[in-house]
Every structure is written in structure tokens, then in C-alpha cells.
């Protein structure tokens, strides 16, 4: 059962748009949203995170909209650039017993932005 | 500070092989975690450690095996490789919980 489900699969945008990639979850357990970053070759790397009692972030050009009721957010990039192309995860983290806590993964969005 | 390192960057094994994913990191962070990178499936975590001698199995666990003697130092070992763990290896460490984790650059591993 795949517990964060993320859409579009794959998305082509033109340089200065506005990409945005979706995640829905199920479990009301999750308290914890980030998103990572994935250039090739290399790791995942943090991006920005909300927790579930804030509707909206921004940091720089990136902004995650909550909507709790609906247990859906998204990621939206601001004036899109190449350099942006990317993999893009979202995710979700819930205590697992005591203090521990498991980081739960969407399929990914591959994001291509053209120049 | 290097971060998360993982040795080796490439590794062909065949079928029935062992080995051992190697990951350290100088973070001095207590939670490391193992992740396995497949095309279309995300990522997905094999096994855990929230400290020195503390692991426990994520989402895949099956046909490996991890152990947490120091906190920089979190191997994983492959039993007896098959083609279907083809796929990139990741760690990935955090200094208290799972929300925040610095990931590592990734061992690719073919079994044939």
C-alpha cells in the first residue's frame, strides 16, 4: 500500500514557468512534510518542509501549500529555471514506536525546465 | 566535513555473491537509515538505526542484513545478492529524527 501517492510522474515546463507537483497521503499519523531535491548522479537533498498546522511556506522561489483536510500538498516553484531540472520527492515522517521515525517517499517527479 | 560517504560508487556482483555497502558519516548523527533507489518506485528503506547498537527493518528488508557497532559507521550487507537488488544504494544520516536526513552520493549495484 503506497502511503504517499505523487503526480505528475514526469513534467516539462518552459523557463519562468510555474512547475507544481502534487502528494496526498492517508495516514493522519504523519506529522512531518518535506521535500527533497535530486540532481543526477547524486543523493536526495532536503529542499523545504512544512508540518501540518502551517497551510503555506515559502523559502526562496519554492512554496508548499497544505491542505490538511483534503491530506494533500504540493510543491510550486516560482519563475522556474534550467538548473531546476531535477528529480523532485515528496515525503512524509511519523513516530514509530518511542522516538523513532520513519520518512516515507513518493515515486518522484521528474521535472524538466527548457531554457 | 565530508558529510555521508559510501564506498563503493559501483559494484557488479552475480548471483549469489556477498558483499558489504560501506557508509560513514562525521555528523555525529545518531539516525542512519539505508535506502534502495529503483526507476518509477522512489525510495525505499530497507533497514534503520536510531544509535550504536539499535537497527531495525524499514520497508524492504529482505536479503539484507545491517548493524550499528560506532555511531559514524552503518554497513549493509548484501546475503547472497540476486538480480532483483539491482538498484542505487543510498544512506542517509540525521541528527535526531527521520525528518531531516543528509543523504549520501550513492552505490550503484548490478547483480547479473
Known amino acids: 500500500q503506497q502511503q504517499v501517492k505523487q503526480s505528475p510522474q514526469s513534467l516539462i515546463v518552459q523557463k519562468g514557468g510555474i512547475p507544481i507537483i502534487n502528494c496526498a497521503y492517508e495516514?493522519?499519523?504523519?506529522?512531518?512534510f518535506p521535500w527533497y531535491q535530486q540532481f543526477p548522479g547524486k543523493g536526495p537533498a532536503l529542499l523545504i518542509a512544512?508540518?501540518?498546522?502551517?497551510s503555506e511556506k515559502k523559502e526562496g522561489r519554492f512554496t508548499i501549500s497544505f491542505n490538511k483536510s483534503a491530506k494533500q500538498f504540493s510543491l510550486h516553484i516560482m519563475d522556474s529555471q534550467p538548473g531546476d531540472s531535477a528529480t523532485y520527492f515528496c515525503?512524509?515522517?511519523?513516530?514509530?514506536?518511542?522516538?523513532?521515525?520513519?520518512?516515507?517517499f513518493g515515486k518522484g517527479t521528474l521535472l524538466t525546465v527548457n531554457p | 566535513n565530508a558529510g555521508v560517504t559510501q564506498t563503493p560508487k559501483f559494484q557488479v556482483l552475480k548471483t549469489g555473491q556477498s558483499m558489504t555497502l560501506q557508509c560513514a558519516q562525521d555528523?555525529?548523527?545518531?539516525?542512519m537509515s539505508w535506502y534502495r533507489q529503483d526507476p518509477g518506485m522512489g525510495l525505499r528503506l530497507i533497514h534503520y538505526?536510531?544509535?550504536?547498537?539499535?537497527?531495525d527493518q524499514g520497508e524492504v528488508p529482505n536479503g539484507y542484513n545491517v548493524s550499528r557497532s560506532t555511531t559514524e559507521d552503518f554497513p549493509l550487507r548484501l546475503l547472497s545478492a540476486a538480480p532483483s537488488q539491482t538498484s542505487v544504494y543510498f544512506c542517509?544520516?540525521?541528527?535526531?529524527?527521520?525528518?531531516?536526513?543528509?543523504f549520501g552520493p550513492g552505490t550503484r549495484l548490478t547483480v547479473t
Open positions: 542517509a544520516s540525521s541528527a535526531d529524527s527521520a525528518y531531516e536526513q543528509y
Open positions: 495516514n493522519t499519523a504523519f506529522d512531518y
Open positions: 512544512i508540518r501540518p498546522d502551517v
Open positions: 515525503a512524509a515522517s511519523m513516530r514509530s514506536g518511542g522516538s523513532n521515525y520513519k520518512l516515507t
Open positions: 555528523m555525529n548523527h545518531e539516525y
Open positions: 538505526s536510531v544509535g550504536a547498537g539499535i537497527t
